[in-house]
């Protein structure tokens, strides 16, 4: 346990959603005080949760005087650093830390983190599901289901896996990953990060802090931009790469004739790529991330074996809806950046209808263009502003729409689509200006296909 953990007793709670009242009641459970601060609405769900635990909360502001007498504040990730709550407390030189830091002030167990710019949710749970079926007492929380600090004030476990985005990573400060998995670093949530690439990737490689040589980091070798990092910066955690290309011999994960091959400790584990219960170029990257994840834990070769081959993929991404008049709906509304979609598109093999857009965070197209041009018949652009879609692609496709609603989106895609065609909600942007998430986005493009 962390030093720090008896060091305060009244803190505050920036952000009152998943993140910050898990925060509240992990501070509740070990006897610390704390007021819970939102500058917008708190939803009612979380609302009654404070009340009912007797938490002290305001909401629609943040009372700078009030806020300033605390000793330590806890950041909810959504919160950027130029918030004008956040430069008021650095002045007062009040630590901010994130609720990931907290929490990790609460538990001994193992932890496995995980982050990149796509397919950190799918490794995320496929890995969690792989130490389920090897009978390890494993949660899996943060960026995904229940935050660090909610399933820490239910119970502690042996093992956690967790999802980090980069603004989790932000506020860390002793917080260290035993497995430190990174799948890719791609350009995403730039609007935070200044639209410098630079510092949103070095974000990222935060996940690799307070690591020492007895800890692991699992990386992809074919990505670039965690290449160009990883000789600069004084990595001193044991590394497993894993790659597409052929194996040779060394630890991480690659390819060997349609197999893939795990090795770790000169001990490997083969399996061939049509056992892998989740298909595609990027899914055999999430496999062999969660399969060398679980091999440095010591779980058994027959177990890793099961849990790659009968995982059950993630809601909305890339998730089958239907088949309605011969045309086939998919569900990928967690593609919420650029490199997510340019997955999606790559898997398909016919025709596509693509219902794309919503609140761009700087996207960059331009990845998209042969794809587009090759396998894209029509565009459906679901955002209250497209003009960047339509700039960017209105001269590659024969047809191009805009909708303002997902049930109109759905209905021209059914009017324009023919028997074999493809209609695929994935957007590449952020869900807010029509949806409260991803998750409602997807739920309602799968109500609106069910009742074509």
Partial sequence: MHPDRNKYKNIAV????????????????????SFVSDKGKIKSIFKNELIDHQIAFEENTHSETLLGSFELVVKSPGIPDNAPIIVFLRKKCIPIISEIEFGYWFTNATLVCITGSNGKTTTTLLTGHIMETAGLDVCVAGNVGQSFARQLAISDHDYFVLELSSFQLDDIQHFKADIAVITNITPDHLDRYDHDFEKYAKSKFRILNNQDENDAFVYCSDDTAIISRINQSGIKSKQYPFSLTPYNGGEGGAIKDNNIIINIHQNTLTMTLEQLALQGKHNVYN????????????????????GLSDFQ?????????????????????????????WYALENMQRPVVWIAGGVDKGNDYTDLLPLVKSKVKAIICLGLDNSKLIETFGGLVDQMYEVH???HAVMVASEISSNDDVVLLSPACASFDLFENYEDRGIRFKEAVKSL
Wanted: proline share 0%; aromatic share 4%.
């Fill in 14 to 33: 920036l952000g009152g959603g998943e993140s910050g009242c898990g925060a509240a009641l992990l501070a509740q459970k070990h006897g610390i005080t």
């Fill in 287 to 306: 496999s062999m991330a969660a399969g060398i994840s679980a091999k440095l834990l010591q779980i058994r070769k027959e177990s890793i074996k099961l």
């Fill in 313 to 341: 993929n993630v809601a909305h991404r890339l998730e089958y809806v239907a088949n309605v008049h011969g045309v086939s709906y998919y569900n990928d509304s967690k593609a919420t950046n650029v490199n997510s979609t």
């Fill in 405 to 407: 609603s997902m049930a």
